[in-house]
Every structure is written in C-alpha cells, then in structure tokens.
C-alpha cells in the first residue's frame, strides 16, 4: 500500500482520490490544519515508519466516519415521519406514547390462535367468566381481546364500523361492559389497510380519527392494529396516524403494533405503541415458537417499560406441543417479557394447562419492575443459556435444551454477569424449590431432549 502510495504521489496526477480525502480528515481533525498541496509534498517527502503512522490513524479515523454514518442512519429509521398537515405531531413526538400504559407486559388472552373468525358474544363472555373462575384474573390476566372477524363488511352511512349482528348482536359496547363489570379489560382489533387480513371487515385506514372515537365510546382498553391489505406507504407513515388518534380519543388504549416485523418495529415503536410484534404469526408447533422466540431475542434492548417487544401469543394448550415443549414457550416469553396473551380456550383448559400458565414464580419474572428482557448469553449447537437481570439483584437463568438427547448444561457466572467468585442460591421455578447446594463460578443441570431448566439466581455472598 506505501509503495504504491509513494509513486503516486510522485507523479502528475497526485494520490488517489480516497486518500486525497483521507488526508484532508487527518490534516484537518488530526493535525489541525487544512489540507493543502503543501501537506502532500510533505507526506511524499516523510519516511515508511511516518506514512505507516498516518494510515494507521487515517485508517482509524475512517472507521470512526462510517460507524458515526452509520449510527445517523439507525437513529433516523428510528425517527417517525409526521405528517406535514399535523399541527399537534410534535408534541405526539416529544411525548412519546404517554398514555400510561403496559409499564408492565400485558397479560390476557386473545381469540385468534384458537378460534379464529369462529368469535361471538358469547364465547367472549364465557372466556371472561372463565378467566375470573380459574383465578387466572388474580394473576393479571386481565385483558380479554377480540381479534379479526367482529364487525360486518361494510361501515354505516355515517361511516362508522358496525358490529357483525349475527355474532355480536348486542353490539361491542355492552360486551365491554360485561366485561368491565368482571373486573376485566376488553380488547379488539383493526388494521392499517383498507381490509383487515382475513378480507371479512374493513379496516381503518383513512377512517383512524372515526375508529379510535368510536373504541373510545365503546369502551374499549387495548387495539391490536394489524398490517395487511394497505395502500403501499410505509407502516412508519400509517401507523402514527392511529396513534394520534387514540391520544385524541380522550381513553387510554393499549396501543399494540401488529407490523409482523417487516421494517423492524422495535427500532421505531416506541413512540407509536406499547407493544409491537417482532415476528411472523407464530402456529403451535415447536419449531415456529423457537423461530419466533429467536427473531424477538434480536431486538432484547430495545424492550422497556410502557414498550415491549412481541413474539405473538400463547399457544400453551392448543395441543401441538407436548407438555415440555409447553413449559419451554411460556418460560421463553417469560424471561423475554413478552404480553402474556394465553391464545387457547379458557373455557376447557386441563389442569396441565393450568399448572403452566398459572405459575406464579415466572409470571412475576415477567412482571418485575426493572423490566429488562432476558438475552441470549451462550449457544453451542442446540445447547442454549438464556439470562436476563432483575430487580434485588437477581439474575434469571434459563438452561434450553433444543436437541434430540437428554444432555448437561452449565452456566458460568461470567457469561451471565455475575461476578465470577460470588457464592449463589438458586431457586427452581418449575420445582418451585430452592436448592439446598449453593453455587460458586457456575450451575450445572442436566436438561432433556426439548426441555428447559429456569432458575431465579440470587448472589449471597
């Protein structure tokens, strides 16, 4: 590189163009002054030992160039678009989504993985009664959330949504008030397209003001606003438009994203949503929940109280994973401080279910106030160590077995942040045990074949 750098700097036409303009960075934030003709003569003059420091600090300040480059273009895919014609977008901006909301993960259950379009009032209604039947209400699942399929094809004449009369005849204000009086919160759905996915209502886009005043009146305490059928714009320029409008509607709604993903909502929802999905829809089978599980770990820091990252709802009792591969996926979206959104039918649970969802030790992982989601520490092969801090000084530990054979997994303290020689009680959360050894450097289990050992660990010493 010097070498040839020597002859053309020698000859008529002078160094190359980058490191013409290499040397002008260094001269001018380096050495302190401009570059000139001068300045090159000066280069071509100086020794291998001179010109090998300048390239090395030229180079390192190249880098320094690219990453600050680099860093002006995720902060400006973070920066959400306002609409020219919207005199309140900054202080929508400059207030982020303060509507007070998911300061933890939602907990709840939604009708989509289950049931699909097959949703009616009634079933609403005894999916809420059952929710505070179970005890499951007591421990935070409070939502209970309609998804696609709830209103007729076409809006009023005044341009309203209109509840489909042969499934919700009573109309959606008095199922909110059903379940209000329980205790509970009701959720629903649109989208930010012309249709909703399934193509059977419409969805809100052009209608946004309408539709967040119309959920207002009703009564409603969480959207999940989805992303199909649009006009071809951005999500980031249709998505803030419903935004505002709920802040507009004078009630606090859960504002969920339902982007699937596709632009990386993590790096822009925060001031649009409480949530936002990180992923495809997740099916109940092993391998879609460990996929989606993998797609939300990415976006880990981005996670924070009144905005979580969502891998999509439970699938825990839907029948397509055994008893293990269950236990896996609710203490995955535990540790990630995912929305607890329980997708099976409430009403018919079996007690293994049960036993799962109810578990109190990770639900309060999922709810701790410090609110920071669970990461990836350590993987070899289909060997994997899931962390994640939280408050008291604790720590959560995850020991995933994704592989085909029972095999031995340990954690070393210095791959999960805790000092190496600290002395350390382990709680068992599915044994719902303390153990009685203490550890020092590490923790070794022994995990089955599609199975997970989770431990809360608390440094004593």
Known sequence: MISSLDKSAKGKKGISGIYRTLLSFYYKSIVGQRYSHSALVDFAKMGRRDKSEILVKMSILMIMMISSLLMTMV???????????????????????????????????????????????????????????????????????????????????????????STFPSGIKALADYVHSKGLKLGIYSDAGYLTCSKTMPGSLGHEEQDAKTFAEWGIDYLKYDNCNTDGSRPTTRYPVMTRALMKSGRPIFHSLCEWGDMHPALWGSPLGNSWRTTIDINDSWLSMLANADLNEIY??????????????????????????????????????????LGCDIRNMTKE?????????????????????????????????????LSGYRVALLLLNRGPTRSAITAFWDDIEIPPNSIVEARDLWEHKTLKQKFVGNLTATVDSHACKLYVLKPVA
């Open 75 to 165: 902060d400006s895919s973070r920066s959400v678009q306002r609409s020219p014609d919207s005199e309140d977008s900054e202080i929508v901006r400059r207030h982020l989504l303060a509507n007070g909301l998911g300061v933890t993960p939602p907990m709840g259950w939604n009708s989509w993985n289950h049931f699909s379009c097959n949703i009616n009032e009634k079933v609403i209604k005894e999916t809420a009664d059952a929710l505070v039947s179970t005890g499951l209400s007591k421990l935070g699942y409070n939502y209970v959330n309609i998804d696609d399929c709830w209103a007729e094809l076409a809006r009023d004449q005044k341009g309203n949504l209109v509840p489909k009369k």
């Open 300 to 341: 880990a820091e981005h996670a924070r109280p009144g905005g979580w990252n969502d891998p999509d709802m439970l699938e825990v009792g839907n029948g397509g994973m055994t008893k293990d591969e269950y236990i896996v996926h609710f203490s995955i979206w535990a540790i990630s401080k995912a929305p607890l959104l």
């Open 353 to 389: 279910t049960m036993e799962i969802v109810a578990n109190k030790e990770l639900i309060a992982i999922n709810q701790d106030s410090h609110g920071f989601q669970a990461k990836k520490a350590r993987m070899e092969g289909d060997i994997q160590i899931w962390a994640g801090p």
